[in-house]
């Protein structure tokens, strides 16, 4: 089966070919931007949490009379249930991003964007 006399083996070497090792250092050179765009999103997301918050604290404390036509849920607590809510959004995106899926992060941003928009309204008195 092979061309070589019984007894002898070839010497083989431990590193693998040079064109395998290219493709090692690609991998890891990807998985290393994935971790950083990772860290990245999880950075812009909990900075967009921590306006979101503000913007919801600030928008409870105005006592709108928009907000006296809410469900009930929204009062329950003392109007924390609104804010728990909040956090599990939050936490849910932050998750996400951890495990490098896009699409939450980019929901949270579009989420943050039109919570800006209606706190402003509110708080400017446009409603």
Same mark, same amino acid.
């Given at each position: &089966? %092979?061309? #070589? !006399?019984?007894? %002898?083996? %070839?010497?083989?070497?431990?590193? !693998? !070919?040079? /064109? &395998?090792? #290219?493709?090692?250092?690609?991998?890891?050179?990807?998985?290393?931007?994935?971790?950083? /765009?990772? #860290? &990245?999103?999880?950075?812009? %997301?909990?900075?967009?949490?921590?306006?979101?918050?503000?913007?919801?604290?600030? $928008? &409870? /404390? +105005?006592? *709108? !009379?928009?907000?006296?036509?809410?469900?009930?849920?929204? *009062? *329950?607590?003392?109007?924390?249930?609104?804010?728990? $809510?909040?956090?599990?959004?939050?936490?849910?995106?932050?998750?996400?991003?951890? #495990?490098?899926?896009?699409?939450?992060?980019?929901?949270?941003? $579009?989420?943050?964007?039109?919570? +800006?928009?209606?706190?402003?309204?509110?708080?400017?008195?446009?409603?």
């Amino acid at each position: &089966m %092979t061309d #070589q !006399p019984p007894g %002898t083996t %070839t010497k083989r070497s431990s590193r !693998p !070919p040079n /064109d &395998m090792r #290219q493709g090692f250092i690609a991998t890891d050179n990807r998985r290393s931007a994935a971790y950083r /765009d990772s #860290q &990245m999103a999880i950075l812009i %997301t909990f900075l967009l949490g921590i306006g979101n918050f503000a913007l919801h604290r600030a $928008v &409870m /404390d +105005s006592r *709108h !009379p928009l907000l006296g036509r809410v469900p009930w849920f929204y *009062h *329950h607590l003392g109007g924390h249930f609104s804010l728990a $809510v909040e956090f599990l959004m939050l936490l849910a995106t932050l998750l996400f991003a951890a #495990q490098s899926i896009v699409w939450a992060p980019i929901c949270y941003v $579009v989420y943050s964007m039109l919570n +800006s928009f209606s706190a402003w309204l509110i708080l400017s008195g446009r409603v």
